[in-house]
């Protein structure tokens, strides 16, 4: 027999995602900007714009507001992702969906956010901007590299008023591919209970299926994705959230009225046709084999303590004088992520993975040989 309709019969359905939401938001309609009026006309007089373009325009007519969410990017995204286009909303990178996740799940004060420490810094921010307790649980540091604890993290978030739970896989700093089947226990544990985020900045370096697959039976599940990375868009600001439909209605009557600017929307769909996926599909398969060589060439240097599995663009690693290395590699030119602030980290560097020449670089720096990238 089918599951009754709850909500034609005027109930609840408890594993509604929205049911997570603050209380105080589930009827909010946002800001109504201009641009969100489904209005047709001509002659456009209603956001109060320039009717002229900007002599630096050269044509790109940026004197007019943007969509919010242009139906091109979301069906590209959508089409990238797996998911429908109701299903996912773009926004100013992954980190103002970060925040937009707290803000709008999160009654300050009151509830708490869950992290797995050492990792991504932005959930805590977030978090912490919003007046919302972290609850952390650190991550193991085992023999084959760190390891979520799935059952501490099921406790910790049944057992405190834990309304998020960020994963991040593969994990920054970590490296570490979460399975899949893991993240799904736990989200069907805390289901009605709290939405759990998987965090996939960096899962175009693993290869590995996303967690977009449990979207479909799961619906406190939550994706987070960005074009920052593996699509070399950094500085275009877009990353994307995939999640139950009507959550992702509700996250974007709170998000800012034009969060997306109009080049970097249209850069970004450039960016995801056929030829410039193939093109990120070879930067991708470059930067693994890059991995491989960095990783090794580390693992055989004198000083270095432990490297680190990674399926990210980038590898951690221990020093057994990090402040000397990251010294050395400095007055190469060479920058890297000192990750000594970290808990359980206080020898640690964090490495991206660069071009061959920058590879090398690094690896000559570190032995001592102080060459300039
Ligand atoms: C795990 C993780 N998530 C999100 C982000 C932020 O990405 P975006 O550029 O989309 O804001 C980063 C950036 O380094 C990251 O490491």
Redesign the pocket.
């Known amino acids: 027999m089918n599951a009754p309709d709850l909500a034609s019969i005027g109930q609840r359905d408890p594993l509604d995602p929205l049911e997570l939401v603050r209380d105080d938001l589930c009827d909010f309609v946002g800001y109504r900007s201009a641009r969100s009026e489904n209005l047709s006309g001509h002659v456009w007089l209603n956001a109060n714009e320039s009717p002229w373009p900007n002599t630096a325009d050269g044509g790109a007519l940026l004197h007019r507001y943007p969509d919010p969410q242009p139906a091109a990017l979301r069906s590209a995204l959508a089409a990238l992702y797996g998911c429908r286009p109701a299903q996912v909303l773009a926004g ?7 925040d937009l996740l707290v803000r709008a799940v999160c009654r300050p004060g009151a509830d708490a956010v869950l992290v797995t420490p050492p ?2 810094g ?1 959930y805590a921010v977030s978090a912490r901007l919003h007046g919302t307790r972290v609850v952390e649980v650190p991550l193991i540091d085992a023999a084959d590299g760190w390891q979520v604890d799935f059952a501490a993290v099921g406790v910790a978030a049944g057992s405190q008023p834990v309304k998020l739970v960020f994963l ?1 896989s593969p ?2 700093p970590s490296g570490t591919l979460l399975p899949l089947v893991d993240i799904a226990t736990l989200a069907r544990s805390l289901q009605g209970r709290a939405l759990v985020v998987v ?1 996939e ?2 899962i175009e370096y693993a290869g590995s299926e996303s967690a977009v697959s449990l979207l479909a039976t799961l619906r406190n599940v939550v994706v ?1 994705r ?4 593996a699509h070399a868009l ?1 500085a275009a ?3 994307a959230v995939i999640a139950d439909a009507g959550l992702i209605a509700l996250l974007q009557r709170c998000q800012a009225p034009y969060p997306l600017a109009t080049p970097c929307v249209d850069l970004a769909c450039g960016a995801l046709d056929a030829s410039a996926r193939r093109a990120t599909d070879s930067r991708v398969a470059e930067v693994l084999g890059e991995r491989a060589i960095l990783a090794r060439g580390l693992a055989s240097a004198a000083g270095v303590r432990r490297v680190y599995p990674s399926h990210g663009n980038f590898l951690l690693a221990r020093f057994d004088d990090a402040q000397e290395t990251f010294d050395r590699l400095i007055s190469a030119g060479v920058v890297v992520r000192d990750m000594r602030q970290a808990p359980g980290l206080d020898d640690a560097l964090r490495i991206t993975i660069g071009t061959p020449e920058q590879n090398v670089a690094v690896l000559q720096a570190i032995a001592g040989a102080g060459v300039a990238a």
């Open positions: 100013r990178g992954s980190d103002e969906v970060i990792t991504f932005m991040c994990g920054n965090d900045a960096y987070l960005t074009l920052s990375k950094a600001r877009i990353g």
